[in-house]
């Protein structure tokens, strides 16, 4: 039967591309005659776009600024006499960038970090490149950029203060937002200078130095976010918070079951409930990724319409809409879990033969559930479209992606939308997908006037772009000395197409450790599944860490071989498997991590009987990260995790507040979400609609968590994707070390733990 919708028109390809290694970003410089004939340097101050390969600086005149008033050699940095402005381009979401991201600005500026102050950077690709927060990416793909965009400013800045003092500038140096000129004891400000700077030209930013880690002073040092104090006094940041002249709220009520369609509603009834406005059937353009078939309720406050929703009464067409149930697949995956897959990824070396030969073999069958993003911020979006034009504020991850969405369910140009960037309250993957944002434009459009959505819980919930659920056969194979010597795994997955798997859901011929095992075979098999899927926070990564980290323990126990070696030998000699690729496996990383954890965890010490401790390590990300786990369980299962050791390489550290943070927010992440939620459906509709039925982890169940960084030379990469997929093995290693009981299904409720 052709379905009516499609769950992620190009979403799939767009997402999978996050963990392919960020397009490297160049900066171009102009020649002294195109930089004379573009900036007119009589009239203003030196605008300097910096954005993607291939294309070229251009200069512009600062708006209505005199050459004495401000430097502004590039995009993100502004200096002038009332201090120090940096733009941070990418959105912020929790994790930091907001304050990261300039601080690798102000660190080869040579800025006092008290001098500075930072905003978000408008939406505008021509100068900011794809801005997004996805990936772990903001870091590794800025990092160049950032650096040589506050070089750039400091060498002129030192020219500029030269030419006043009449003294060569490699006789100047910087430091807290002055030029020194060491022989005379003279000092300027960068404020006092920014108007001489802004007349000189801009120096190639391929020319400029960069400084070297042992000569940073500001990165690698605990800087509060800067958003904090007014995220603690409830200073209207968020999507939710905003509001506009003339402002009236929405709902948007859906099928349950992907792709269902109206038949009828009792609008009449819910135009007459209390402050109710207006209401509506919008047909949809068939995406789930946009806009799909609904009712939207106006009201003049939030709470109005939510309780209007509660009396609206929908008959919906459900031909074509999904009709997905976990019962289905499970046992499905459970027959198929018997032969191979349909579709081989990697076959390599002699498998048949090293088990004929293995001293050892060992046969599991691990499962897990879908799960849901559960960002505590629902989504919302406040739009106004008016005249052909859209103007949008939301709290999204891909406001690039967004306004193409809008422009697309619109049928108006994307020169015509416009996204004002919100912070959001979370996201973990569900905000790069901009649903809520075509949903409220079309509300806005229809209404002819400015609206702002707002989900519910129960609408988070049922129509989420959920992490998807997965079966894995797995076979292992140890050799008569111990080793490892044979690897089978075949994966029963999911498709929308029945061509490729779902977003997180396919496994690559390079999927830890496929890389490091001889004799090695992975096929997959795909069932069929309508209901959107989409990354959640590290795709693929998240459950693929659980089940390859846990088979590892497994076999390590059969062999009779302490894990940390077993695991170690694994790794192998150190070596980097694919040398100048920056996003593959250095195997020496790997091992360095795993071993700095182990060594602060205790690993081999002796405890009482019903704790344990549990290893794992798992690259993803560009980020090489392992963990210890230290868990009790009672004689009811009853699971306590007391403490978690993390050791990463991340190269170097440029918030330690912040990166801290990601990892502690990982972990406790990672806990939640494998003690026990899962998202389960039957006849396309989700069972679990509210945090009832899908729990978080409370305060006293947290654990302490221990937080090491190998600080390297490697370019940095991000940090708030690759510290969660270990967590999940570590703590069944450390349940298999307590009690003997070996978990192979997530989550844990499933197999009777409880807190």
């Known amino acids: 039967m052709k379905r009516s919708y499609d769950p992620d028109p190009g979403l799939h390809d767009w997402v999978e591309a996050l963990d392919r290694p960020p397009a490297r970003l160049v900066l171009t410089a102009l020649d002294r005659r195109e930089f004379l004939r573009l900036t007119g340097l009589s009239t203003g101050g030196l605008v300097l776009a910096m954005t993607l390969a291939g294309r070229t600086a251009r200069a512009e005149r600062a708006p209505g600024g005199e050459a004495t008033r401000a430097l502004a050699p590039n995009a993100f940095l502004t200096i002038s006499g009332e201090g120090i402005l940096i733009l941070a381009p990418h959105p912020e979401i929790g994790q930091g960038v907001k304050t990261s991201l300039p601080m690798i600005v102000a660190e080869e500026l040579d800025a006092a970090w008290e001098d500075v102050r930072v905003q978000q950077a408008p939406i505008d690709a021509g100068r900011y490149g794809r801005q997004m927060a996805g990936g772990s990416r903001s870091i590794p793909a800025r990092w160049d950029e950032l650096r040589r965009a506050g070089a750039v400013a400091r060498a002129m800045l030192v020219s500029a203060a030269a030419a006043r003092w009449g003294v060569p500038p490699d006789s100047c140096t910087t430091r807290s937002s002055r030029v020194h000129h060491v022989a005379s004891g003279r000092t300027l400000a960068y404020t006092e200078l920014a108007g001489d700077a802004a007349r000189l030209p801009v120096p190639d930013p391929e020319s400029v130095a960069l400084k070297s880690r042992e000569d940073y002073r500001l990165l690698g040092r605990r800087i509060t976010g800067v958003d904090n104090r007014a995220l603690v006094t409830g200073q209207p940041l968020f999507g939710i918070d905003q509001r506009v002249p003339d402002l009236v709220c929405a709902t948007y009520a859906k099928c349950p079951a992907t792709g269902g369609r109206v038949v009828r509603a009792n609008l009449d009834e819910v135009r007459g409930r209390p402050g109710v406005l207006?209401?509506?059937?919008?047909?949809?353009?068939?995406?789930?990724?946009?806009?799909?078939?609904?009712?939207?309720?106006?009201?003049?406050?939030?709470?109005?319409?939510?309780?209007?929703?509660?009396?609206l009464r929908v008959e919906w067409d459900r031909e074509g809409a999904a009709r997905d149930s976990w019962e289905t697949a499970a046992a499905r995956a459970t027959e198929?879990?018997?032969?191979?897959?349909?579709?081989?990824?990697?076959?390599?070396?002699?498998?048949?033969?090293?088990?004929?030969?293995?001293?050892?073999?060992?046969?599991?069958?691990?499962?897990?559930?879908?799960?849901?993003?559960?960002?505590?911020?629902?989504?919302?979006?406040?739009?106004?479209?008016?005249?052909?034009?859209?103007?949008?504020?939301?709290?999204?991850?891909?406001?690039?992606?967004?306004?193409?969405?809008?422009?697309?369910?619109?049928?108006?140009?994307?020169?015509?939308?416009?996204?004002?960037?919100?912070?959001?309250?979370?996201?973990?993957?569900?905000?790069?997908?901009?649903?809520?944002?075509?949903?409220?434009?079309?509300?806005?459009?229809?209404?002819?006037?400015?609206?702002?959505?707002?989900?519910?819980?129960?609408?988070?919930?049922?129509?989420?772009?959920?992490?998807?659920?997965?079966?894995?056969?797995?076979?292992?194979?140890?050799?008569?000395?111990?080793?490892?010597?044979?690897?089978?795994?075949?994966?029963?997955?999911?498709?929308?197409?029945?061509?490729?798997?779902?977003?997180?859901?396919?496994?690559?011929?390079?999927?830890?450790?496929?890389?490091?095992i001889a004799n090695l075979r992975v096929t997959q098999t795909l069932l069929p599944w309508d209901t959107p899927v989409g990354a959640w926070r590290a795709p693929g990564s998240n459950v693929f860490g659980f089940v390859v980290q846990s088979f590892l323990h497994e076999l390590a126990v059969a062999a009779g071989r302490d894990h940390l070696e077993f695991l170690l030998e694994v790794l192998g000699e150190p070596r980097w498997l694919e040398p100048g690729n920056g996003w593959a496996l250095d195997t020496?990383?790997?091992?360095?991590?795993?071993?700095?954890?182990?060594?602060?965890?205790?690993?081999?010490?002796?405890?009482?009987?019903?704790?344990?401790?549990?290893?794992?390590?798992?690259?993803?990300?560009?980020?090489?990260?392992?963990?210890?786990?230290?868990?009790?369980?009672?004689?009811?299962?009853?699971?306590?995790?007391?403490?978690?050791?993390?050791?990463?390489?991340?190269?170097?550290?440029?918030?330690?507040?912040?990166?801290?943070?990601?990892?502690?927010?990982?972990?406790?992440?990672?806990?939640?979400?494998?003690?026990?939620?899962?998202?389960?459906?039957?006849?396309?509709?989700?069972?679990?609609?509210?945090?009832?039925?899908?729990?978080?982890?409370?305060?006293?169940?947290?654990?302490?968590?221990?937080?090491?960084?190998?600080?390297?030379?490697?370019?940095?990469?991000?940090?708030?994707?690759?510290?969660?997929?270990p967590l999940a093995p570590a703590v069944c290693n450390a349940i298999f070390a307590a009690t003997g009981h070996r978990v192979r299904t997530l989550p844990l409720a499933e197999e009777g733990f409880r807190l």
């Open 278 to 311: 207006d209401a509506f059937v919008l047909e949809g353009n068939g995406s789930a990724a946009e806009l799909m078939p609904g009712v939207a309720i106006l009201a003049r406050d939030t709470w109005s319409a939510f309780q209007a929703r509660k009396q």
């Open 336 to 516: 198929l879990a018997r032969s191979d897959g349909t579709h081989t990824v990697v076959d390599r070396g002699d498998v048949a033969g090293a088990f004929e030969t293995a001293a050892t073999t060992v046969e599991s069958l691990y499962r897990y559930h879908f799960v849901s993003h559960a960002q505590l911020e629902p989504q919302n979006c406040t739009a106004w479209v008016r005249d052909g034009v859209a103007e949008l504020w939301a709290p999204t991850q891909t406001p690039s992606r967004g306004i193409e969405n809008v422009a697309h369910t619109l049928d108006i140009p994307e020169s015509q939308v416009t996204v004002h960037q919100t912070r959001c309250g979370a996201g973990f993957g569900r905000r790069l997908v901009n649903d809520y944002m075509c949903e409220a434009a079309a509300i806005s459009a229809r209404a002819g006037r400015p609206v702002k959505l707002t989900w519910t819980r129960e609408d988070d919930m049922q129509h989420d772009f959920y992490r998807a659920g997965g079966f894995h056969s797995l076979r292992g194979a140890v050799d008569a000395g111990g080793r490892l010597s044979a690897w089978q795994d075949h994966f029963v997955t999911f498709s929308h197409d029945g061509e490729k798997p779902v977003v997180g859901g396919g496994l690559r011929p390079t999927t830890f450790p496929g890389e490091l």
């Open 588 to 725: 020496g990383r790997a091992a360095a991590v795993v071993q700095h954890a182990a060594r602060e965890a205790g690993w081999g010490q002796a405890l009482p009987p019903g704790r344990g401790l549990g290893l794992a390590f798992y690259f993803s990300h560009a980020g090489h990260f392992a963990e210890v786990a230290e868990v009790s369980v009672s004689s009811q299962r009853e699971l306590r995790v007391h403490r978690v050791t993390v050791a990463g390489d991340i190269g170097p550290i440029v918030n330690r507040s912040g990166a801290e943070n990601q990892v502690e927010g990982s972990v406790i992440d990672g806990l939640s979400t494998m003690l026990g939620q899962k998202i389960t459906h039957a006849e396309g509709e989700v069972a679990e609609r509210n945090f009832d039925r899908y729990p978080l982890l409370r305060m006293p169940h947290a654990p302490e968590v221990d937080v090491h960084f190998l600080e390297t030379d490697h370019p940095p990469t991000g940090v708030g994707e690759p510290a969660l997929p």
